[in-house]
């Protein structure tokens, strides 16, 4: 869902388009069929990053963790940058957060911390739409820092033409 509609033509491009995750073998998408936060923040950033990036690890936010925690990309939750790459938890119970130490969703930071939040890009997620009504799709919001999981920053070599 986009701007409060099915727009599946929209989420496809974010799945099988080269500017998203480049996965064409994806079939048509389907409300529901896809958790597809990672492959929007991929197409936001498009074909300036390397299609090996955008489809190997930014689908997930457990590929980010399986390829990412352990580089010099992973940084402290105190330290966001906008444009920053974060997954965050969506539960606030140490059980629920330790079985998925990768964090549940993808977000870019869109805005610094203020007061203890910081504001996001967010896809596949309930927020504000450029209008300011709360929908469901591609939107805005504010986060909480301690609901994040951990925050990736790309490197000069994952884009093109380094």
Not at 1 to 23: F, P, R
Not at 114 to 120: I, L, Q, S, V, W
Request: charged content about 25%; overall charge positive.
């Amino acid at each position: 869902i986009v701007d409060g509609k099915n727009n599946d033509h929209i989420l496809n491009k974010y799945i099988a388009g080269s500017e998203g995750l480049g996965w064409s073998w994806y079939d048509t998408y389907k409300n529901g069929s896809f958790a597809w936060c990672g492959a929007f923040a991929a197409f936001c950033y498009g074909p300036a990053l390397k299609s090996s990036v955008r489809s190997r690890t930014m689908a997930s936010c457990y590929r980010m963790y399986r390829d990412w925690r352990n580089t010099v990309r992973c940084h402290n939750g105190q330290d966001l940058k906008v444009g920053d790459i974060v997954t965050v938890f969506n539960s606030t119970d140490p059980d629920k957060r330790a079985a998925t130490p990768q964090g549940n969703h993808i977000v870019l930071v869109k805005e610094l911390p203020k007061n203890g939040e910081f504001e996001t890009y967010e896809g596949n997620a309930k927020g504000y739409g450029p209008e300011g009504n709360w929908r469901e799709g591609v939107s805005t919001r504010k986060r909480q820092i301690s609901t994040i999981a951990h925050v990736y920053r790309l490197l000069q070599e994952d884009f093109n033409g380094y």
